[in-house]
């Protein structure tokens, strides 16, 4: 099979890593993919979300299946223009819909379905411009932490945590009538604040049956002791330890089957990721938000740990046979540290020549914001590298991810060293 992935960072190099494994692969493109993407399958160097240039992709390179990784292209609707297009309609998409890529292009309407489905999670209210006023009416019934959530995409950016209730009213005054977060804070969702320890599950489902994947944590904040601005994810770990048999047993009863099941009874043909944002609250999961694709740096802790042949995996998918496919996953820990650029998530430069990535006798090294220019590998994003690790428990992975940094190699480099400290 012929297989292009639509991306261009660590998820989707992970993807492309798996994939290779297979015996059922003839060739594998990425569009636009990176750096490592390049040692290991063919680039094409078009946006993902510009779906006449991914058609003209897909048919002059005899295209079988496109894995969709990133959440904007499935938002905008890449599976139904395959569908309404009569050269495209029978090549399969892995990811969903328009309609079930609403769970996380609308926060809104992933809490009306939360609610609708008896799907545990914070009690909320949406607001407009128009209705301001009852927004800061309704944050005087919450207690403080005050969570507001920009409704649309808003590349993982849009969710603010405020202590202070005078501070909050304006933050929310100023996503919506300043439109802080652009068209995606037009509608602010304000929730009640869930106090536990967060955590994701991952779920790959053919719209009837499904595989809960291994579990992750991630680490989002730029500084130690989960501190500083909010990133794409500085590390993540993988299984989380707290999440043992008797709570994923607890998050398939209460969260997985309610939302495969929902969307079956909404009518929502959904074939693809359910990445599950968990707050684990006394033993009791709660669902802080979908997303509609795997997380990134997550997939770069999870993957790896899957034995069974994924392209297998994604056939299952296509014809409605998940059920019946073999599924493994490795016991071990993996552990993923990113490196970023010096400034990241604020201003940073691109184009430093990266040294010593191809060291990977402990670690995975997998790239995210690179791209070859004049025969080098040049820095190109702010999440630059994940590395991956192995280990028995956290800090044996750990030891091995940090030793792979060691030998790596730009200018004004940046990762965190404490990543999985709060499992440990």
């Given at each position: 099979m012929n297989?292009?992935?639509?991306?261009?960072?660590?998820r989707?190099?992970?993807f492309?890593?798996?994939?290779?494994?297979?015996?059922?692969?003839?060739?594998?493109?990425?569009?636009p993919?990176?750096?490592?993407?390049?040692?290991?399958?063919?680039?094409i160097?078009?946006?993902?979300?510009?779906?006449?240039a991914v058609?003209?992709?897909v048919?002059?390179?005899?295209?079988?299946?496109v894995?969709?990784?990133?959440?904007a292209?499935?938002v905008?609707?890449?599976?139904?223009?395959?569908l309404a297009?009569?050269?495209?309609?029978?090549?399969?998409?892995?990811?969903p819909?328009?309609?079930?890529?609403?769970?996380?292009?609308?926060?809104?309407?992933?809490?009306?379905?939360m609610?609708k489905?008896?799907?545990?999670?914070?009690?909320?209210?949406?607001?407009?411009k128009?209705?301001v006023?009852?927004?800061?009416?309704?944050?005087?019934t919450?207690?403080?932490p005050?969570?507001?959530?920009?409704?649309?995409?808003?590349?993982g950016k849009?969710?603010?945590i405020?202590?202070?209730?005078?501070?909050?009213?304006?933050?929310?005054?100023?996503?919506l009538?300043?439109?802080?977060?652009?068209?995606?804070?037009?509608?602010?969702?304000?929730?009640?604040?869930?106090?536990?320890?967060?955590?994701?599950?991952?779920?790959?489902?053919d719209?009837?049956g499904?595989?809960?994947?291994?579990?992750?944590?991630?680490?989002?904040?730029?500084?130690e002791g989960?501190?500083?601005?909010?990133?794409?994810?500085?590390?993540?770990?993988?299984?989380?330890?707290?999440?043992?048999?008797a709570?994923i047993?607890k998050?398939?009863d209460?969260v997985?089957?309610?939302?495969?099941?929902?969307l079956?009874?909404?009518?929502?043909?959904?074939?693809?990721?359910?990445?599950?944002?968990?707050?684990?609250?006394?033993g009791?999961p709660?669902?802080?938000?979908?997303?509609?694709?795997?997380?990134d740096?997550?997939?770069?802790?999870?993957?790896?740990?899957?034995?069974?042949?994924?392209?297998?995996?994604?056939?299952?998918?296509?014809n409605?046979t998940?059920?019946?496919?073999?599924?493994?996953?490795?016991?071990?820990?993996?552990?993923?540290v990113v490196?970023?650029?010096?400034g990241?998530p604020?201003?940073?430069?691109?184009?430093?020549?990266?040294t010593g990535t191809?060291?990977?006798?402990?670690?995975?090294?997998?790239?995210?914001?690179?791209?070859?220019?004049?025969?080098?590998i040049?820095t190109?994003?702010g999440?630059?590298?994940?590395?991956?690790?192995?280990?028995?428990?956290?800090?044996?992975?750990?030891?091995?991810?940090y030793?792979?940094?060691?030998?790596?190699?730009?200018?004004?480099?940046n990762?965190?060293k404490?990543?999985g400290f709060?499992l440990?």
């Open positions: 297989i292009l992935i639509l991306g261009s960072g660590g989707e190099h992970a492309a890593k798996k994939l290779v494994e297979s015996k059922k692969l003839s060739k594998l493109f990425l569009a993919g990176n750096a490592g993407t390049a040692k290991i399958a063919n680039n160097a078009i946006d993902p979300t510009d779906f006449p058609k003209k992709a048919l002059e390179n005899n295209i079988n299946m894995v969709v990784g990133p959440e292209p499935l905008a609707g890449v599976h139904d223009f395959f297009d009569e050269d495209l309609k029978d090549i399969p998409v892995i990811g819909k328009k309609d079930g890529a609403e769970l996380e292009g609308s926060k809104e309407f992933s809490k009306k379905f609610f489905h008896g799907v545990p999670t914070a009690k909320y209210e949406a607001f407009t128009d209705t006023a009852e927004g800061q009416a309704f944050l005087e919450l207690k403080p005050f969570v507001l959530k920009a409704d649309g995409l808003a590349a849009g969710v603010l405020i202590d202070n209730l005078q501070e909050a009213k304006e933050e929310l005054a100023d996503m009538t300043n439109e802080k977060f652009g068209v995606a804070s037009s509608k602010v969702v304000i929730e009640e604040y869930l106090d536990g320890i967060e955590l994701s599950v991952f779920v790959l489902t719209g009837k499904y595989k809960v994947l291994p579990s992750a944590k991630d680490y989002k904040r730029i500084g989960d501190t500083g601005l909010n990133t794409g994810g500085m590390g993540a770990i993988s299984p989380v330890p707290f999440a043992d048999e709570f047993k998050v398939e209460r997985v089957k309610p939302t495969v099941e929902g079956q009874k909404d009518g929502i043909d959904y074939r693809g990721f359910i990445f599950i944002g968990l707050m684990n609250i006394g009791d709660y669902v802080i938000e979908y997303n509609v694709r795997m997380g740096p997550e997939t770069e802790a999870v993957l790896p740990r899957i034995t069974s042949d994924l392209l297998d995996l994604f056939e299952g998918v296509a409605q998940l059920e019946s496919k073999s599924y493994e996953v490795d016991p071990r820990t993996a552990t993923t490196v970023v650029a010096g990241y604020e201003a940073y430069g691109k184009g430093d020549v990266i191809e060291n990977e006798e402990e670690s995975i090294v997998y790239h995210a914001g690179t791209t070859v220019k004049d025969g080098e040049v190109n994003g999440r630059v590298l994940a590395v991956t690790s192995f280990g028995d428990d956290i800090p044996s992975a750990l030891a091995k991810s030793r792979t940094i060691d030998k790596i190699s730009f200018d004004k480099m990762y965190r404490d990543i709060d440990m």
